[in-house]
């Protein structure tokens, strides 16, 4: 719908506030003030928020921001403002792009959460930058807006579970809309969680942004809070339901369907005790092993087998990071990221859903995604199980100063990471060094959903997959041959203000 086609009503008084209260703000004009009547509305508190965030220039945003949170802006407020902000504004089709405005911010408070006092507000103030880029692309694209609930269209709440998976299945956007909203205003955060994770990996469309979209805007809600849920979902089912230009897959027999269906087939092929196999090595690098040249169909049968062979998914997860890894290390983009990206989202999901038959589907898509996003098997010398260690000329911070000093994004400088961690050298003083780059030269949504992505997943790998996988990460990090980031100099100039 086209934002400009609406007239909105001003806000209440009572909404705004009394403008006496607000001596040094600056003027609103009546036409700023309006809110379409056909868009999605927040609740109350909330709503002159997004309002402000939506209406403010670029060039003016960060100012305009820094001297609200001089004035009280809380931190979840100015979270929850710019996530729905995007949720309102910026179109989920394809969930990338221009969307990554509201997939960065659940990374962006990562990074906050990470921050020493003085850097603490940077990387949200420059996802709000990212989103007003977002919301000027959307307007020249269409000026897409999320708008009102068809309220005569909702299931009565008795039948909204099985109205949601019935139009789930059949692809059917406004009768899944319906439904959705009517589970938010009845039902738990974790039974709807685990009815989106049903759909998030079933299809190979938007290269695993679908699922990465269910679990980051999940976390966020975790922060902001689950008042603010309905219209986060219903932009979710609207990008799971995005078919790229595809006819109906519900009637059809498409080649990003095809692993899904076929892993439905056989999750009777899983032995009940599933989740009680025994860690195994063996196991993940047989994943690996076959990561590099199996099919997506192969592959889901392959980690079958080695489940009825008594392994713990937690060995297979294992060997999923691992090729994620590798092919990053193989082929160094946006492709091989998005592959590390997905895999960190399944995997939280995958802890979060208690539904069994959810949870065994996840882990077969997780695996079948992997040579999606490796395209044809191609020879390679590259093995994350085979990276050398080689003697070190320095140790210590040092080591590491020389590695970030100099350039990064290339298997040589993954294999001198490898062999500083494997001399014993904390990881955390990595991690560390990682995130002081991303916030003063990272430029792009993905260099922050990267790095919330790997410094979250290495914890839970296996001792003996953790320092080639951290290695593996250098080539899609920032180092100081990067130029710095602009705008968190426009940020750190609106802070000393």
């Known amino acids: ?11 209440s008084a009572a909404a705004l506030g009394d403008p006496k209260l607000w001596p040094n703000l600056p003027r609103v004009c009546a036409k700023e003030a309006r ?34 949170i001089r004035r009280g802006l809380a931190y979840r407020d100015l979270l929850a403002g710019l ?26 408070h990562l ?7 003085t850097d603490r507000w940077h990387p949200i103030l420059w996802a709000l930058h990212r989103f007003k880029l977002s919301q000027e692309a959307d307007e020249r694209e269409g000026d897409w807006a999320l708008g009102a609930v068809e309220e005569s269209k909702l299931p009565p709440s008795h039948l909204a579970r099985s109205a949601f998976i019935e139009a789930m299945e059949r692809w059917d956007e406004s009768a899944a809309d319906a439904a959705i909203t009517a589970l938010a205003r009845t039902a738990g955060a974790h039974e709807i969680f685990d009815l989106l994770c049903r759909f998030g990996l079933r299809d190979f469309r938007e290269i695993g942004h679908k699922q990465i979209y269910i679990s980051n805007a999940f976390r966020v809600l975790d922060v902001i809070g689950w008042r603010h849920a309905e219209p986060v979902l219903r932009g979710i089912v609207y990008g799971l339901l995005d078919t790229d230009r595809d006819p109906n897959p519900s009637k059809s027999d498409l080649p990003a369907d095809r692993p899904g269906r076929r892993n439905r087939e056989r999750l009777k092929d899983i032995p009940d005790p599933w989740l009680a196999g025994r860690p195994n090595d063996d196991t993940s690098r047989r994943i690996l092993a076959a990561c590099r040249d199996a099919s997506a169909i192969d592959l889901g049968e392959i980690v079958i087998q080695s489940l009825r062979q008594g392994s713990s998914p937690a060995s297979i997860f294992d060997g999923l990071h691992a090729a994620t890894a590798e092919l990053l290390l193989r082929e160094p983009g946006l492709v091989s990221m998005h592959a590390w990206t997905t895999t960190n989202a399944a995997r939280y999901a995958w802890n979060r859903v208690s539904h069994d038959e959810t949870r065994r589907f996840m882990l077969l898509q997780n695996a079948s995604f992997i040579p999606l996003f490796r395209g044809q098997p191609k020879k390679s010398t590259v093995a994350l199980d085979q990276l050398p260690v080689e003697p070190l000329e320095e140790s210590g911070p040092e080591a590491l100063h020389k590695l970030f000093e100099g350039p990064i994004r290339q298997p040589g400088a993954a294999i001198r990471l490898h062999s500083w961690l494997e001399a014993g050298h904390d990881p955390g003083a990595f991690a560390a060094t990682a995130r002081r780059f991303l916030f003063a030269k990272g430029t792009d949504a993905h260099d922050y959903k990267f790095c919330s992505a790997f410094l979250e997943d290495y914890p839970h790998i296996a001792p003996r997959w953790r320092n080639p996988f951290l290695a593996a990460s250098i080539l899609y990090l920032r180092g100081a041959q990067d130029p710095d980031n602009a705008v968190i100099q426009q940020i750190r100039e609106a802070l000393k203000s």
């Open 35 to 68: 809110l379409p009547q056909a868009w999605v509305r927040f609740h109350p508190d909330l709503e002159p928020v997004v309002h402000w965030i939506e209406n403010t220039p670029r060039e003016r945003i960060l100012g305009e921001a820094v001297h609200r």
């Open 83 to 108: 996530f729905l902000a995007g949720i309102r504004q910026v179109q989920p089709r394809p969930i990338g792009f221009k969307f990554h405005a509201v997939l960065v911010v659940n990374s962006a």
């Open 111 to 117: 990074a906050s959460l990470e921050s020493g006092e």
């Open 1 to 11: 719908m086209n934002r400009r086609r609406f007239l909105g009503t001003a806000f």
